[in-house]
């Protein structure tokens, strides 16, 4: 294993334990995204590392000078979280609090409890990608070079704004931006296919102007290959759109290869079998 | 005080599939719509049993409102549902401007409204949409208290014409009102006669006020409990008729105070027949996640609330 697939396993892990504790939340689509979060946390994105009160990572909301990132899949809140948190935002033991009362870990990621590394409020689906659009131009006006990058879930492209968003960018020279789609097929009531089909999306990206890339979401070494090409390929003016290809519930067998975990929790015996592929490797909180 | 028991607890929405599956075996003109919440919605049986008057919008919701209202154009009588955010919030000009402006037959029909959605936090939690949709000339607001109100109204509004809101919610409640009950929109439910306050309650909160009356009844305080389950057209007779007799009142609802059941009767009263008034509702602040009973204790919608406001209103009568 890799440094950074020996991260995304414990990040699994996490994932895993916060939904089961509370008995909500999505761990389909959040361990399908661990790996790209990983990478971008722990290997691309630019990020202030200096630490403040308690030894953790200092937060700055304008993030001048840092990359940015966005989750507009809201609902994939537990791989944010365990990835904030193992990157040294705040306390891993404070993922025990997802989803229950009087945490800063809501069931969607919100700015309103201050927690640090969320900077916009998500969970009603097709709003980030407007607001990544936006903060990209904010860099831009304040001649700020580093990128702002955003993640989106493919059931997530069924809505208006989306395409509203899609077409602005490249239409602005929006080339400060990377825009992720999770593209497992899968949704809440079944395929995406057989809910509203959003057949190719890639060359739908690419007639709206963008430079759409594809990518193997859950191969490591893909992923970093890709990500340190499109280093390259920023500030050329076209926003890029990768299309992520995942499975849904990756790297847990019985939660692979179906919609059906999207939003469901494991109980106790299926917690303790799920974990049972997954290594523990920097401990568990 | 009038005993009400019960022998199970259901969800609200459970009872909006269940008017659905009834109005496919006797209505054909009814449509459903649904945004990739089919299973939230309980529309199952609806579906299987009339999958060609089922329309799967994805995750949609401002093109599923536009095409509701298209599809009254013929004579549909559309049913649009998802939850209740993303039934109001979400679409709102949609509904003003192509269902409530153009006065078309579409029943907006939401699930897991307000803090008792739980978990999934404050996001989800639409805690203004009663007020919204209020405002909005023509529309009808329906916030049913239990499983059978729910499937009652839900077969009732199919048949009157004009534009809908039906809210109801995710979590397992007393199920309390009769079984065979004729819904009458715009017609208050005498829940408890009562005379020295009126408690008016809405939605989850009616069973809270039945609580808090055995509660008050305990101290010798006899409350008059009328459950509101239209909010507009509200039926101000009633209201007026009780507060005459009582001298005060209390409003409870899963909601903000502004915009909500306790201001359409503030209106009432200032006008009408000026008296005290409590209210009971969420004041000016978002949810977050938690279990709903956690979540309705905190935010100062249990029985405990509702028993404290009476008393409060009680103290300010002349
Ligand atoms: C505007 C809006 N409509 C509906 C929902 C309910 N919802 C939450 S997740 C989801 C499915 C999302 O599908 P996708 O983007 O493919 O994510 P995945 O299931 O793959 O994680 C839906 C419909 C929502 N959160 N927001
Ligand atoms: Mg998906």
Redesign the pocket.
């Known amino acids: 294993m890799t440094e950074l697939q020996s991260i995304a396993s414990q990040v699994r892990r996490d994932i895993l334990r916060m939904v089961h504790g509370c008995q909500s939340g999505?761990p389909?689509?959040s361990l399908?995204c661990a790996d790209l979060l990983v990478a971008l946390y722990f290997q691309q994105m630019k990020i202030n590392n200096r630490k403040g009160k308690g030894g953790y990572l200092s937060f700055n909301m304008d993030g001048k000078g840092e990359d940015l990132f966005y989750l507009s899949?809201g609902?994939?809140s537990p791989v944010f979280y365990s990835v904030l948190a193992r990157r040294g935002y705040f306390d891993v033991t404070e993922l025990a609090t997802f989803r229950k009362l009087n945490s800063r870990l809501q069931g969607h990621p919100t700015t309103h409890e201050h927690l640090p590394g969320i900077r916009i409020a998500s969970?009603?689906?097709?709003q980030g990608l407007s607001v990544a659009i936006g903060s990209a131009l904010s860099k831009k006006l304040n001649g700020d070079k580093t990128l702002v990058y955003c993640l989106?879930?493919?059931?997530?492209q069924q809505?208006g704004q989306v395409w509203e968003a899609v077409q602005f960018a490249p239409n602005n020279n929006v080339d400060n931006l990377v825009a992720f789609v999770?593209v497992?097929g899968?949704?809440?009531d079944g395929s995406?296919k057989k809910v509203n089909d959003n057949r190719d999306l890639g060359a739908k990206y690419k007639a709206f102007g963008w430079r759409v890339l594809h990518v193997d979401g859950n191969n490591m070494d893909e992923l970093t290959t890709l990500l340190r090409k499109i280093k390259r390929l920023v500030g050329k003016g076209q926003p890029i759109a990768v299309m992520m290809k995942t499975e849904?519930g990756q790297g847990v067998d019985f939660m692979m290869h179906s919609?059906k975990w999207?939003?469901v929790a494991p109980n106790d015996a299926q917690l303790e079998q799920a974990l049972s592929q997954l290594e523990e490797t920097l401990g568990d909180y | 005080m009038k005993k009400y028991t019960f022998t199970e607890k259901k969800d609200t929405r459970s009872g909006f599939g269940a008017g659905m599956q009834v109005l496919g075996q006797t209505n054909p003109n009814v449509v459903a719509l649904c945004?990739?919440?089919v299973g939230s919605l309980k529309l199952d049986a609806f579906i299987k049993e009339n999958p060609e008057r089922f329309i799967q919008c994805g995750?949609s919701?401002a093109n599923m409102i536009g095409m509701a209202a298209g599809l009254t154009i013929g004579g549909k009588i559309p049913f649009a549902t998802?939850?209740a955010n993303?039934a109001t919030s979400?679409v709102y000009d949609q509904v003003r401007q192509s269902v409530a402006y153009s006065h078309k037959n579409v029943k907006i029909c939401a699930s897991h409204a307000g803090l008792t959605l739980g978990e999934d936090g404050a996001t989800?939690q639409v805690l203004e949409d009663l007020g919204m949709m209020k405002m909005l000339p023509g529309m009808t607001v329906i916030n049913p208290c239990d499983y059978n109100q729910t499937k009652a109204a839900t077969i009732a509004i199919a048949e009157y014409d004009g534009p809908v809101y039906l809210r109801f919610g995710r979590p397992v409640i007393p199920v309390f009102t009769d079984a065979d009950q004729k819904f009458e929109i715009g017609k208050a439910w005498m829940v408890n006669e009562g005379t020295d306050v009126s408690i008016f309650a809405t939605g989850h909160l009616v069973w809270e006020a039945i609580q808090a009356g055995e509660m008050l009844e305990a101290e010798g305080i006899n409350a008059e409990i009328i459950n509101i389950h239209t909010i507009k057209p509200l039926d101000e007779k009633a209201i007026l008729a009780s507060v005459k007799k009582t001298g005060c009142a209390v409003s409870a609802e899963e909601h903000q105070v502004a915009g909500g059941l306790g201001d359409s009767i503030a209106q009432v009263l200032i006008q009408k027949h000026l008296a005290p008034l409590e209210y009971v509702g969420v004041k000016d602040t978002f949810g977050e996640s938690g279990t709903p009973a956690q979540l309705m204790e905190k935010y100062g919608l249990s029985a405990k609330a509702i028993v404290e406001a009476a008393k409060r209103a009680i103290a300010r009568k002349k």
Request: proline share 0%.
């Open positions: 999505h389909g689509g399908g899949n609902h994939i969970g009603s689906l097709g989106m879930g493919d059931g997530e809505e999770d497992n899968q949704q809440i995406t849904m919609h999207h939003g | 945004a990739d919440l995750i919701e998802t939850f993303f979400r989800h």
